[in-house]
């Protein structure tokens, strides 16, 4: 009987924990850049989409920097550049490949020149 009881409460110790343990879902990204200067920052698996975009403006580090993407839960982003970073383009595709050529194809149809990929990641 008090084998049973102790193997009872041995399971109900370790079931709190796994309880405790599991992280809440980090779902939310954001891209921002700066206009005149060229600057960027990112965030990914933020707790909030606000979290995220706070991040990012943090990150560019410039006064002119506005949030021009954000994506949600499993999404992907990218964005290019020019050289100069002064023309951008950016994409939220599922998948990180598919959202890197969508950034690439809406960077060079600002006849900006070749354009870079300076980043694309995804959220969990």
Same mark, same amino acid.
């Given at each position: *009987? ?6 009872? $409460? ?6 709190? #924990? ?48 506005? #949030?021009? *993407? ?17 023309? #951008? ?13 969508? $950034? ?21």
């Amino acid at each position: *009987m008090r084998r049973a009881t102790l193997a009872a $409460a041995a399971l109900l110790g370790l079931g709190s #924990v796994q309880l405790t343990a599991v992280p809440a879902l980090a779902e939310y990204g954001a891209i921002a850049w700066d206009k005149e200067t060229g600057k960027r920052g990112w965030s990914w698996n933020q707790q909030t989409q606000s979290r995220a975009d706070e991040v990012a403006l943090s990150e560019c580090g410039a006064t002119g920097c506005k #949030v021009i *993407m954000r994506t949600g839960r499993r999404e992907c982003a990218a964005l290019a550049t020019n050289e100069a970073g002064k023309y #951008v383009g950016a994409a939220r595709r599922k998948d990180r490949e598919a959202a890197r050529l969508a $950034a690439l194809k809406d960077c060079e149809k600002g006849k900006a020149g070749e354009c870079i990929v300076r980043v694309t990641d995804c959220n969990k």
